[in-house]
T-cell receptor, first 112, second 114 residues
Framework: GQQLNQSPQSMFIQEGEDVSMNCTSS?????WLWYKQEPGEGPVLLIA?????ELTSNGRLTAQFGITRKDSFLNISASIPSDVGIYFC????????????FGKGTHLIIQP | NAGVMQNPRHLVRRRGQEARLRCSPM?????VYWYRQLPEEGLKFMVY????????ESGMPKERFSAEFPKEGPSILRIQQVVRGDSAAYFC????????????FGPGTRLTVL
């Protein structure tokens, strides 16, 4: 089956630093999405990407859909304490097979 | 505009019992997806349903698990004769039209099998 390799597994950073995480796959995806999950809650959609090469921002978050359709990255600028959580990438194929394939997540921990 | 609703939030069952998990999609959404999450893992797709139809059940275990999304009422994920390995968080997501639309997740049901 399809797999997404997400890295890094965890990040320990200082408040105010920029963050970068990425996902790669051996398969092509037609949609890339980035979610954030906090303990005891469901994933919350941050950014959705639909076209190869697309670069999209949502406040301090920026994500790109890789030109090969096999990778995506998420950047967070000027991190703040509420950015703490687990960030997941997810890839979609579409065409009726709409179940998303998720990475294993990046744990973001911010030290004051 | 209410989001995706799931209940119960926590469910405890003994081995051999049945578990029923309910999901009400966002208003205006007719596509529902179920995922399972084990501790320290990403979400794994189980099944994709549209009203009264199962579209894709490629991630669903072949035995003991079933899902439905009736014309009226919530989507139901049913697990018969639960075993300890079924303990996990089960998430439901919905989208307006499928076809690659973003999926919005509910808060999940944490199932514990004793």
């Amino acid at each position: 089956g399809q797999q997404l390799n997400q890295s890094p597994q965890s990040m320990f950073i200082q408040e105010g630093e920029d963050v970068s995480m990425n996902c790669t796959s051996s398969s092509i995806f037609n949609t890339w999405l980035w979610y954030k999950q906090e303990p005891g809650e469901g994933p919350v959609l941050l950014i959705a990407l639909y076209k190869a090469g697309e670069l999209t921002s949502n406040g301090r978050l920026t994500a790109q859909f890789g030109i090969t359709r096999k990778d995506s990255f998420l950047n967070i600028s000027a991190s703040i304490p509420s950015d703490v959580g687990i960030y997941f990438c997810a890839g979609g194929v579409g065409g009726g097979a709409d179940g998303l394939t998720f990475g294993k997540g990046t744990h973001l921990i911010i030290q004051p | 505009n209410a989001g995706v609703m799931q209940n119960p939030r926590h469910l405890v069952r003994r081995r051999g019992q049945e578990a029923r998990l309910r999901c009400s999609p966002m208003k205006g959404h007719s596509h529902v997806y179920w995922y399972r999450q084990l501790p320290e893992e990403g979400l794994k797709f189980m099944v994709y349903l549209q009203k009264e139809n199962i579209i894709d059940e490629s991630g669903m275990p072949k035995e003991r698990f079933s899902a439905e999304f009736p014309k009226e009422g919530p989507s139901i994920l049913r697990i018969q004769q639960v075993v300890r390995g079924d303990s996990a968080a089960y998430f439901c997501a919905s989208s307006p039209n499928g076809r690659g639309d973003p999926q919005y997740f509910g808060p999940g049901t944490r199932l514990t099998v004793l």
